[in-house]
């Protein structure tokens, strides 16, 4: 089981599209995924089509310290399951542990330690459940992201191509080696997934460029561009490896590239 989180300081960037996108890949390519959705404001559940209950969120995992393999015990199956043919002969899953304003009490800077252990132990056990857990992290590198990061094989920081977000990536990376060398977490590795890529402007080639000399081989590859049929997809919680056209295609393939290279590369 690889575990994946989502995450960057600004908001707005894409980190629930992107956890959607790879949501939406390792269904298409036959694996059996959960995604936590760590963000009170539930983006990711809701583009998933699940309607969170009050009740069996992550919020009231945490809540209880994470009691061992609680994650498992809320998961719900999305439908995009529905919306994937088993005829294509993969056995692949997609489960959501539903997000909620439950999980705002640990959304602040300052926290214990011993917290920082919860998400980890909330998924532990669920190896023979799942092959991949995306966590979607909220837009802070408050105590919900440092779970994440606690518990994860990989750290996924989403920027987009201006200089804002450069260095709003720059500030994401730099915290994450910090983390690394602060805490008895190791973060196995890390990677830069650029989105909202306007291909035909100069402006963004620049920063793709920038963002490739700054951060090099952690650059992922490839890169996704921004394309109004993205927001249509989510529009209509629906995974974009089933959206029709040749522009979800295009964005459905980068997914699945992206999700492979994940799953051959963490250990
Ligand atoms: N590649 C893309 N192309 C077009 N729109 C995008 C793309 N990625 C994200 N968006 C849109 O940008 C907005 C913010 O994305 P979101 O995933 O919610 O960001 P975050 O989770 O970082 O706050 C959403 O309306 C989403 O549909
Ligand atoms: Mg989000």
Known sequence: MQIVSISSLKGGVG?????????SAALENGLRTL????????????????????????????????????????????????AHDPAAGSRGSLDVAPGSSQSSHFDRATYKGSELDRLSRALTGLESRYDLVLVDCPPNLNALTRMAWAASDKVLSVAEPSLFSVAGTQRTMTAIAQFERGSRWAVDSAGVVINKVDMDSAEHQHRVRELNELFGHLVVDPVIPEHPVWQRAQGAAWPIHRWPGDDARDLAQRFSTIVRGLVNSVK
């Open 35 to 82: 995604v936590v959705d760590l963000d009170p404001h539930a983006d990711a559940t809701t583009g998933l089509g699940v309607h969170a209950p009050s009740r069996n969120t992550v919020g009231r995992v945490l809540a209880k310290r994470g009691k061992s393999g609680a994650l498992g015990g809320i998961a719900v199956a999305s439908p995009w399951s529905e």
């Open 15 to 23: 980190k629930s599209s992107v956890a959607l996108g790879l949501a």
